[in-house]
């Protein structure tokens, strides 16, 4: 079954608040803390549109390639695919050196909590500083629906004291990139 990712993110300003709002969600459970991934993101030099991305995500337990489609429409929703990768340099080089070019690196600490069928991200980014991203997996036959769950992911947004103008419906590429162009 082909499943379409979707998510939203905000910037988070103050931890301690945030943190009480996420105790305060009833069966809550921790999937990881403090994990650090070094996710590098390429596209092949043709692609203009960005068709297709690849990331390699690296963990301290391994690595994961994952094939991701171009958002459709807002950068909130799109296909991907994560497979298990044993070797993530080897595999950068071969792509590299196959007419891949690097979009960004995102380097971050993740602390990641399930939250009903919803995954709950705090990520602390270098040079982008702290958000908090909120995703579900819906399948395929369900992409009509998609502004339901958008809707649903603000809710859960409000719920971790978010308010609406805070809610980005850019993803961390976009965001590392506009930061990347702003320097001099």
Not at 61 to 82: P, R, Y
Not at 121 to 139: C, H, K, M, T
């Amino acid at each position: 079954m082909i499943n379409m990712e979707i998510e939203l993110r905000a910037r988070i300003e103050n931890k301690e608040v945030f943190q009480e709002n996420l105790n305060s969600l009833s069966d809550l459970k921790i999937i990881s803390m403090g994990e650090r991934q070094i996710d590098t993101y390429l596209k092949h030099a043709s692609d203009i549109e960005r068709i297709l991305v690849l990331r390699i995500r690296r963990k301290d337990n391994g690595a994961i390639l994952s094939f991701k489609t171009k958002s459709q429409g807002k950068d909130v929703a799109w296909h991907d695919i994560d497979l298990p990768l044993s070797e993530p340099d080897l595999m950068e080089d071969i792509l590299t050196n196959s007419g891949y070019i690097y979009v960004v690196e995102i380097d971050k600490v993740r602390d990641a909590y399930k939250f009903q069928n919803y995954e709950i991200n705090y990520d602390q980014i270098r040079d982008l500083g702290s958000f908090v991203e909120v995703a579900v997996e819906i399948p395929e036959s369900e992409s009509d629906n998609k502004d339901v769950y958008l809707k649903k992911l603000e809710e859960l947004l409000a719920k971790l004291g978010c308010e609406k103008q805070q809610i980005i419906e850019l993803g961390y590429v976009k965001l590392m990139e506009q930061e990347n162009q702003s320097r001099p």
